[in-house]
């Protein structure tokens, strides 16, 4: 069993995440794995103590815990795009990217293992295959899927050196004044809350661009361009910039009048290089049933 530690897993313990990652195992039977170095990161044995940094390896044999296997589960996918190499799936609201804690059913990697099981990338481990990018729960939208490890590789360079552009819709708390902006301040966890990141001094550097598209009496509709990838990253910036994400209560915006599930917020837009070509594909979707709602609703209220 491996897992490639992602940016929302940094800083947890060693012994925490494992016990996350697998169901009714006690913190001292990891401890104790770990101790006979049956666990290692980076393949080195570690303590359990260890805080997990991004991009951080971690593997031991399925066996030390008798782990049960990723069940695929025939949920329909929404492909948008697709070809020998990678897929571009729209991913609804509410379904969680890969299993997270003790939730192993119900996530896209289930759908994906029964529409693909013998073509998915395993870089980021059992529990993440194919997954080059990740959406929150919440957040609806566009997510590129690798079939195979170099395919992988290739995606995920283009979002590293910036070249694969990542437009997302979003509706905010207040109404901005500028028509234009870049928001570049650093992210990292949050002290307080674990759940959450936050604008932190010495974090992670973090850069979004916005463009606003309609003003309502007390919101505003927005364009955002990623130029970096951090967890939550527009989220925790909006909300720095005093614009929390409409309906986002983990940060603070509460729930509006008109309720939806968490944050209005959308991956709409995809602009990334064909694998092994030098093909520009796009890749774009109406608005999802949750915005629909929303901008009717704002609209008729202006």
């Known amino acids: 069993m491996k897992y490639l530690i992602e940016e929302n897993d940094e800083r947890k313990r060693l012994d925490k995440f494992i016990c996350e990652m697998c169901d009714n195992i006690s913190r001292q039977t990891v401890q104790n794995a770990v101790k006979e170095g049956l666990i290692k990161v980076n393949g080195e044995i570690k303590k359990s103590s260890y805080l997990l940094k991004d991009n951080d390896n971690i ?20 492909i948008k795009y697709e070809d020998e190499n990678m897929l571009v799936v729209n991913k609804p609201s509410g379904m969680l990217t890969h299993p997270a804690g003790k939730e192993k059913t119900g996530t896209l990697v289930n759908a994906l293992l029964a529409y693909c099981p013998e073509t998915l990338s395993d870089i980021g481990g059992e529990f993440r295959k194919g997954i080059v990018h990740r959406l929150d729960r919440n957040t609806s939208g566009l997510l590129m899927v690798a079939k195979n490890n170099k395919t992988h590789e290739f995606l995920q360079a283009q979002i590293k050196t910036k070249t694969a552009i990542r437009k997302y819709y979003a509706i905010v708390k207040g109404v901005i004044d500028a028509d234009i902006g870049i928001v570049n301040k650093p992210i990292g966890r949050c002290l307080k809350n674990p759940q959450r990141m936050d604008i932190v001094e010495g974090g992670r550097e973090s850069i979004t661009k916005f463009k606003v598209l309609e003003r309502f009496k007390e919101y505003t509709f927005v364009e955002l361009e990623l130029k970096t990838g951090r967890t939550h990253q527009i989220r925790v910036h909006m909300l720095s910039l005093g614009h929390p994400v409409m ?56």
Not at 61 to 67: A, G, L, R
Not at 260 to 283: C, G, R
């Open 59 to 78: 593997e031991f044999s399925e066996d030390i815990f008798e782990i049960k296997p990723l069940l695929p589960e025939s949920i329909p996918l929404d």
């Open 247 to 302: 309906n986002d209560t983990l940060y603070g915006a509460g729930m509006s009048k008109i309720h939806t599930q968490e944050q209005v917020l959308m991956a709409y837009s995809l602009n990334f290089t064909k694998p092994f070509s030098n093909e520009i594909i796009n890749v774009e979707i109406e608005y999802d049933e949750k915005f629909k709602r929303v901008l009717k609703y704002l609209r008729s209220k202006n």
